[in-house]
């Protein structure tokens, strides 16, 4: 499975962004996913995450009413429309996904899923 992560870049605080995360190959496409951030000098945190079917979603308090993940099974890619960008958003994205459609627990950490993308960086300036 690889998942490839787009759509960062540097933005003024206000504003909006949406990161996408392809996955292939498309029979794992429907399986949870994530995104996480990791900023400088800072642990990897989970930010948000949707199951195989997107009826259950889950958010890290900090972005909650600020972001929304969602995905496109057809399309093999899951989204992060990101809006209200603050620069404490300011970090590298990392797209991850799981070998199960559903939810366990310890979602929210880094060692419950199988596979990364590569990252792609988000910077909100003030």
């Known amino acids: 499975v690889q998942l490839q992560a787009s759509g960062g870049g540097l933005v003024q605080a206000g504003a909006s962004l949406r990161l996408s995360c392809a996955v292939s190959?498309?029979?794992?496409?429907?399986?949870?996913a994530a995104w996480f951030r990791q900023a400088p000098g800072k642990e990897r945190e989970f930010v948000a995450a949707i199951s195989g079917s997107a009826n259950t979603i889950f958010y890290v308090d900090s972005v909650k009413g600020r972001f929304t993940i969602s995905r496109d099974n057809a399309e093999n890619t899951v989204y992060l429309q990101m809006t209200s960008l603050k620069p404490e958003d300011t970090a590298v994205y990392y797209c991850a996904a799981d070998s199960s459609r559903y939810f366990s627990s310890g979602f929210r950490d880094t060692s419950y899923y199988d596979y990364w993308g590569q990252g792609t960086q988000v910077t909100v300036s003030s």
């Open positions: 190959p498309r029979t794992s496409s429907n399986t949870v």
